[in-house]
């Protein structure tokens, strides 16, 4: 199956600072990026979907000051967590998707911020 | 009522038993259906997704019940490998897909 990767695979940090997680779709155009956040014994959530060279579309409840996302390129989408706080600790995974394809997920980036 | 939901279980079952898990959906404009597995602190993989007709991938069988608005997963003959948290998934005809909670399954041994 298609490969996506994700960097770094975790990160610990000080509240209040920002963080940038990539996502790379390694063998594929992915025409489309989501950026899910799941916590602990709980579903994936849709946080926002990314189109490249548009501005992101934002779940719901999800703030899009908060996480700023970028899909400058057919193969790279980043998240970035501004003015992280602990409650923003999570399991942030991406998936790709080329045009009528499946999605393939990341292998997710784990977020401690102290 | 959630969107979609599963039971989260855990369920544990005996190495060889059969196990089914289900995940009712509430929009029944849904259009495409998925199983994903997700082993602890990795990502969801596909295991199958679920057609109309059912679908059977060695010892997964997966069924589609529109009338009901659920999905099910059959796995037969457990084996310790399946041990995870399968998660379903749905598609409304958008690109985005809505996850249940999941369900997790221990083999034992």
């Known amino acids: 199956g298609a490969v996506v990767s994700q960097h770094p695979s975790w990160v610990i940090c000080k509240s209040g600072t920002s963080v940038k997680i990539e996502c790379r779709s390694l063998d594929f155009q992915a025409t489309t990026m989501f950026w899910y956040r799941q916590f602990p014994k709980q579903s994936l959530m849709l946080m926002a979907t990314s189109n490249e060279g548009s501005k992101a579309t934002y779940e719901q409840g999800v703030e899009k000051d908060k996480f700023l996302i970028n899909h400058a390129s057919l193969t790279l989408s980043t998240l970035t967590v501004t003015s992280a706080h602990p409650e923003d600790s999570s399991f942030y995974i991406c998936?790709?998707?080329?045009?009528?394809?499946?999605?393939?997920f990341g292998p997710g980036t784990r977020l401690t911020v102290l | 009522r959630k969107e979609v939901e599963q039971d989260p279980g855990p369920f544990n079952v005996p190495e060889g038993a059969t196990v089914a898990f289900n995940c009712t959906y509430s929009n029944s404009a849904s259009q495409s259906f998925f199983w994903y597995r997700q082993d602890c602190r990795k990502e969801p993989k596909l295991l199958m997704s679920v057609y109309s007709s059912g679908n059977e991938d060695g010892r997964f069988t997966a069924q589609l019940n529109r009338a009901s608005q659920y999905i099910s997963l059959l796995i037969r003959d457990s084996k310790l490998s399946d041990s995870a948290t399968y998660l379903c998934?749905?598609?409304?005809?958008?690109?985005?897909?809505?996850f249940g909670t999941g369900t997790r399954l221990k083999v034992l041994a």
């Open positions: 998934a749905v598609n409304e005809g958008t690109y985005k897909y809505i």
């Open positions: 998936s790709a998707r080329e045009v009528d394809h499946e999605q393939f």
